[in-house]
């Protein structure tokens, strides 16, 4: 089964590595336990189609992945006279600092 879901890129393309980043997915089922590296992610943050849903979203850095860039798709707009426009949505410093953290404590880094 194949669910699609937003995601955030966590790592830029390495020499050696190219065409694969690190992704952290974002889930709406809340965690049964906060734990560190349960991220919440605002609404605002949320790419066009996912803003509207009601809940809580949650980065779940423990499931930290790789995955190839030809797997991932950019969000899309709804249509405006006949064109899409495709965006990438980014969340606030503070929340990826969040989200390194939770990364970093996950892997023993400090």
Known sequence: MVKVRPAIVVGRTLEGRRGLVNIVPISMTAPARRRLWH???????????WREKPGDRWAKCDMLTVVSLERLSLTASARRSGYRRFGQDQVDGRTMRDIRRAIAYMFELF
């Open 39 to 49: 991220v919440p992610i605002s609404v605002a943050a949320m790419p066009p189609g």
